[in-house]
């Protein structure tokens, strides 16, 4: 499997070129990215798991191409490590499973399983911050992976939020995606809406809703419905 298609795997999950200028780079002391990183702290001390309908956009810049597909996007919080469930049923009906390190993508209507080793060095923890990033995330584990600049609030779909840009710390990451839109509810600090843009250009935007946090999932949606 492609790196790209790996990395976006786990986004869906969570992603940047605006017209307006950017701010300078967000420093420790920068007072409206403190407070934002403060909330996140505070709502990842109580969150375990997150239910949404998710909507992906995904921009290809060499065709100048733009599609979409819609889906479910199951998340739970252990210990042990983080397990992502997604479904989309158009226009490509899959089922991807994330955890223990594996990726699991089944395609029923050619009944098809297939499976990949993430490894001990891949790029899964990061992938999971930058893509889901606001998912359960810390504010300290995102100051520790990105160099975050805060954008401003932002109205989207009647609902408050304010924007973040993050640009990845490691260089390997940054081959992947170059930088990071985060927009997250004002109430919950739950993300609404994540980009990513790829070096290429190339760029993916999860559109979150009906986002339910700390609603019991079962063990059953985990596994792959073979």
């Known amino acids: 499997m492609k790196p790209r298609l790996a990395v976006s795997i786990l986004t ?3 992603l940047l070129l605006v017209s307006l200028p950017l701010m300078g780079w967000a420093q420790k002391e920068d007072p409206q990215v403190e407070h ?6 505070k709502a ?4 375990h798991t997150l239910q949404a309908k998710i909507r992906n956009t995904t921009y290809t810049k060499v065709v100048d191409d733009t599609s979409v597909e819609n889906g ?5 919080h252990e210990r042990r490590g983080n397990m992502i469930k997604l479904e989309f049923k158009d226009p490509a009906k899959r089922e991807i499973l994330i955890a223990d390190g594996k990726v699991s993508i089944y395609y029923p209507k050619i009944k ?24 359960g995330s810390s504010g300290e584990s995102l100051r520790k992976t990105y ?15 304010v924007k973040l840009i993050l640009t ?10 170059s930088t990071q839109e985060v927009w997250l509810d004002m109430e919950s600090w739950l993300p609404v809406r994540q980009k990513m843009l790829e070096p290429s250009g190339d760029s993916l935007t999860i559109d979150f809703d009906d986002v339910e946090r700390n609603k019991r999932i079962s063990d059953k949606t985990f596994k792959i419905k073979k």
């Open 147 to 161: 160099s975050i600049r805060y954008f401003g609030e932002e109205r989207i779909e009647g609902r408050k939020t």
């Open 44 to 47: 990842a001390a109580n969150f």
């Open 112 to 135: 098809k399983l297939d499976e990949f080793d993430l490894g001990s060095e891949s790029l899964q923890n990061k992938a999971e911050l930058g893509l889901l990033a606001g998912v």
């Open 12 to 14: 869906l999950t969570t």
């Open 36 to 41: 934002v990183l403060t909330e996140l702290d």
């Open 168 to 177: 990845p710390r490691d260089t390997k990451v940054k081959s992947f995606f």
């Open 72 to 76: 479910r996007l199951w998340f739970q």
